[in-house]
Nanobody, 123 residues
Framework: QVQLVESGGGLVQAGGSLKLSCAASGRTGSTDTMAWFRQVPGKERQFVAAITWTGSTAYRDSVQGRFTISRDNAKNTVYLQMNSLKPEDTAGYYC?????????????????WGQGTQVTVSS
């Protein structure tokens, strides 16, 4: 079983930055892909970014150029550096993991999820 624990959320002004972390424990390996999703109440959880074990990345269009996903395989940790934050980035951010080397953007592709961390961007 895999456990994912997120940290780093908080309140920031528009234009500011935050860095989220997600530590994985349990059964992890070199075929894993890790991702970040976000969700606001009443809306579907949406894909934000993903990274494979070898470092290939994918982003949703609205965060491209502002957010950077990275990972430290030795620490089984994935990061999301968020710059130039906008009020519309406000959401609960969730870490996810899939036992596959391929990136997908659908929630159904990820078997393991963290509890989430709240990011609030004030205008």
């Amino acid at each position: 079983q895999v456990q994912l624990v997120e940290s780093g959320g908080g309140l920031v002004q528009a234009g500011g930055s935050l860095k989220l972390s997600c530590a994985a424990s349990g059964r992890t390996g070199s075929t894993d892909t890790m991702a970040w999703f976000r969700q606001v109440p009443g809306k579907e959880r949406q894909f934000v970014a993903a990274i494979t074990w070898t470092g290939s990345t994918a982003y949703r269009d609205s965060v491209q150029g502002r957010f950077t996903i990275s990972r430290d395989n030795a620490k089984n940790t994935v990061y999301l550096q968020m710059n130039s934050l906008k009020p519309e980035d406000t959401a609960g951010y969730y870490c996810a993991l899939r036992i596959s080397a391929n990136v997908v953007s659908e929630m159904s592709g990820y078997a393991y999820w963290g509890q989430g961390t709240q990011v609030t961007v004030s205008s």
